[in-house]
């Protein structure tokens, strides 16, 4: 099973993780919330969904995915760097995890259409795929500013017979694909599932989503017994927008003190910068998307646009599981700047020969910021690959050249 015991930070009953959670959603959309949170945990703890689930992360997949030891890395930082390869899932990143899980928890209640949402193009991609490996309609709703820089991943969700829907409000990026994939839903509510990306939204997905993508972490313990003769690092460090990277990587390691999670959010152009994307820097509490989180708002409660060179990360809340860690202190929240990021990714790629996401990216650049001991083991959930972002790589490097 995903989870077997109850952690201390796990949601409750009403979806709350302490004072964040829970499911703010208008009228309309209570029959589709309602449905799911009768339904998911029965439905993705039930032996033949997890049979299949595995079967099909395992054969169609490529899990589980390799524990590198990145030798250079670490020699670098004089510290033991673990590498999750996520980027080497199918597809290029871990949200595969998410979509193979949802798309089949859709068929079992009856689903004919699916609908997404997507900011750097990996969730998107991951959804289409997931839609024509079972025959299902797709929609996926992207910010047009995001359409622009992600080109690569709009053609290959169209390829896969999706149809993607430009998101024109606002910044046009992911907050408002967020809006308009809601606003579908409201009008399709009988035959369409909503597949989120991440850790967000009404209860139950910031729980479903997290449960999902706990494979990452217990894929970690069982190779890390295996590298270490130990089922746990000293720190676990994934790149947070939403979450739900970091929320796999963290998720069996939440109730072992002894291991650090670090999350780093997008700086942007500087956490005072006035265009960032460092929500726990910069948040206060609010209700976006459905949930009661932290989230960058004016005086007066309106959304602050994020920024971030990275399409992934631009968003103005956090998971509300996320919000929780950091109300607790079980979590250390860093934010690393766009160059900070790219200095990292560009460090790796020539220590390791491996280019990162610009999301992963962010997690890299943590390590510069962090202080170890001999002997330790870190372990940096690389989210996905860095194809998508070769031509935000080019204009950056070619800028500074």
């Given amino acids: 099973m995903i989870a077997q015991t109850k952690?201390?930070?796990?949601?409750?009953?009403r979806g709350f993780y302490g004072r964040f959670g829970g499911a703010y959603i208008p009228e309309l959309l209570y029959p589709n919330v309602e449905e799911l949170q009768k339904n998911y945990l029965s439905i993705i703890e039930s032996p033949d969904f997890q049979q299949e689930w595995r079967?099909?992360?395992?054969?169609?997949?490529?899990?589980?995915?390799?524990?590198?030891?990145?030798?250079?890395?670490?020699?670098?930082?004089?510290?033991?760097?673990?590498?999750?390869?996520?980027?080497?899932n199918h597809t290029g990143a871990h949200k595969i995890n998410n979509t193979v899980g949802q798309i089949l928890l859709a068929q079992r209640l009856?689903?004919?259409?699916?609908?997404?949402?997507?900011?750097?193009?990996q969730h998107g991609v991951a959804t289409a795929t997931v839609c024509a490996l079972m025959g299902m309609q797709c929609v996926v709703y992207m910010g047009a500013v995001d359409m622009e820089r992600q080109k690569p991943n709009v053609e290959r969700m169209r390829m896969l017979g999706a149809e993607v829907r430009p998101a024109l409000s606002g910044s046009r990026t992911l907050k408002d694909a967020t809006n308009e994939a809601i606003r579908d839903w409201i009008n399709h509510p009988t035959d369409t599932h909503y597949i989120i990306g991440s850790v967000v939204g009404p209860h139950?997905?910031?729980?479903?989503?997290?449960?999902?993508?706990a494979i990452i972490s217990e894929e970690i313990r069982k190779q890390l017994q295996e590298k270490e003769g130990r089922a746990y690092p000293d720190y676990v460090v994934a790149c947070v927008g939403g979450g739900s990277n970091a929320a796999g990587a963290f998720y069996h390691f939440l109730d072992l003190p002894q291991v650090q999670l670090v999350a780093v959010e997008a700086a942007g152009k500087g956490i005072d910068s006035g265009e960032t994307a460092a929500t726990i820097a910069r948040g206060r509490i609010g209700i976006l998307h459905g949930c009661k989180t932290?989230?960058?708002?004016t005086a007066d409660g309106q959304v602050v646009e994020p920024y971030s060179i990275s399409a992934g990360l631009d968003y103005p809340g956090i998971g509300p599981l996320h919000a929780h860690l950091h109300d607790t202190g079980r979590a250390r929240f860093l934010?690393?700047?766009?160059?900070?990021?790219?200095?990292?990714a560009l460090e790796l790629s020539r220590l390791e020969g491996i280019i990162p996401a610009i999301e992963s990216a962010h997690a890299l650049a943590a390590l510069k910021k962090m202080t170890f001991e001999a002997g330790e083991v870190v372990v940096v959930s690389l989210s996905g690959r860095g194809d998508k972002d070769l031509a935000t790589y080019?204009?950056?490097?070619?800028?500074?050249?």
């Avoid at 992360?57 to 030891?69: A, I, K, S």
């Avoid at 009856?110 to 193009?121: D, L, M, S």
């Avoid at 139950?204 to 993508?213: E, I, S």
């Fill in 110 to 121: 009856g689903k004919k259409r699916i609908i997404a949402e997507t900011g750097a193009g």
């Fill in 294 to 297: 932290l989230l960058m708002q």
């Fill in 55 to 88: 079967a099909l992360l395992r054969d169609y997949v490529g899990r589980p995915t390799p524990l590198y030891f990145a030798r250079r890395l670490s020699e670098r930082y004089g510290v033991k760097i673990y590498l999750k390869r996520e980027d080497l």
């Fill in 394 to 401: 080019i204009r950056y490097f070619g800028e500074r050249a």
């Fill in 7 to 13: 952690s201390a930070y796990a949601v409750d009953e």
């Fill in 204 to 213: 139950p997905y910031p729980d479903m989503v997290a449960r999902l993508q």
């Fill in 335 to 344: 934010a690393a700047t766009d160059d900070e990021a790219m200095e990292a």
